[in-house]
């Protein structure tokens, strides 16, 4: 029997893991995937380790299915219903039909590592890709026992030679978006942002805070939440109903900019007359707004697409230059952006 051959093997056999064949040869996983991919640089002494590894434990690689047999590759969302989701997986969905892989939106179940890793491992995926989650050390011990690839978009966690991320420039970002409305005026600027424990809200509010001391301008309010409509409701309307209230908000994310836009018409004020509004992702939506949005724009079609391209990539064994890839970011300039009112 071949390393290729799967007839005659066993339900437990076809769950023998990338990590386990490592294990028993000696050798890295990558090391592994290149000799079931058919990569010539590895040795012969030791590819015949690694072929003798998998002949024992009578492992069965993804480039062993059947060449009609599809491949998948799964991405997870702790909340698939919203713009930003949608955006990732379009990109994602576009480099899986170049790749030849069909890619599988999931929301994250509440699992137990080991549940997750082992149900992954057992419905054949290539690799999993995961997004803005919080990532434990168990977590991602499981998913490399089971020899599964994994890719994290956004990630909760800071970037770790543990796991390949791949998020953008959002530090820059908030630096655009706040000297942006500096640039026409405003000096009572204030920004909600999303939970303090995500690293990419953190990053946005120390490019706000950067732009501000750079200008000599005191911190304006700053409110915390989720990346949602209804914090941007609910943060704002106490602010703009106040005595001294900003003349601009600038948004974590588009979803809070929405919030605070209804929050503008609750209060009366008219956007950008009364109030300037800028956001951050620029997904579908923002350019749909009454106004239309100033945001920034995160490139997150095109980070759904690395996603992928960099999971086929640890798939078939090969190195990556980069264990983080920050992706840039720009200022789109739209219509809820204007100079303060006297």
């Known amino acids: 029997m071949g390393i290729d051959d799967p007839e005659n093997i066993s339900e437990s056999a076809r769950r023998t893991t990338l990590a386990a064949v490592a294990a028993a040869a000696g050798v890295s996983m990558p090391t592994v995937s290149k000799v079931v991919n058919g990569r010539l640089d590895v040795s012969a002494a030791t590819r015949a380790r690694v072929e003798e590894a998998i002949r024992d ?6 480039s062993g299915r059947g060449r009609g047999e599809e491949r998948f590759v799964e991405i997870v969302f702790d909340d698939l219903l919203n713009p930003y989701a949608a955006e990732i997986v379009n990109g994602a969905a576009d480099a899986g039909a170049t790749g030849g892989v069909t890619v599988i939106p999931k929301r994250h179940t509440g699992d137990t590592p080991r549940e997750w890793a082992r149900r992954v491992s057992a419905s054949g995926r290539d690799g999993i890709i995961i997004v803005t989650s919080v990532l434990t050390s168990e977590q991602i011990a499981r998913f490399h026992e089971a020899g599964l690839p994994m890719v994290v978009i956004d990630t909760i966690n800071l970037p770790s030679t543990k796991f390949t991320s791949i998020g953008s420039t959002n530090f820059t970002g908030g630096v655009a978006a706040t000297e942006h409305l500096l640039g026409l005026g405003h000096r009572r600027i204030g920004h909600i942002s999303g939970l303090p424990t995500l690293a990419c809200s953190v990053a946005r509010l120390h490019g706000y805070r950067a732009a501000l001391e750079r200008a000599a301008i005191p911190t304006g309010p700053v409110a915390t939440g989720s990346f949602s409509y209804d914090t941007g409701v609910r943060e704002a309307l106490p602010w703009l109903d106040g005595p001294d209230r900003p003349t601009a908000i600038f948004a974590g994310s588009d979803q809070i900019a ?39 724009h995160q490139p997150l079609r095109e980070m759904g697409e690395l996603a992928v391209q960099t999971l086929l990539r640890l798939r078939a064994g090969e190195a990556i230059a980069s264990h ?16 303060p009112p006297p």
Do not use: C
């Open 57 to 62: 434990l009578r492992y069965v690689p993804v």
């Open 258 to 296: 929405f919030g605070v836009l209804e929050a503008a018409r609750l209060t009366g004020l008219r956007v950008p007359q009364d109030l300037s509004v800028v956001g951050f992702d620029d997904t579908y939506a923002a350019a749909s707004t009454a106004p239309p949005l100033t945001t920034v």
């Open 324 to 339: 983080h890839v920050e992706l840039a970011t720009r200022l789109e300039i739209r219509a809820s952006t204007a100079p």
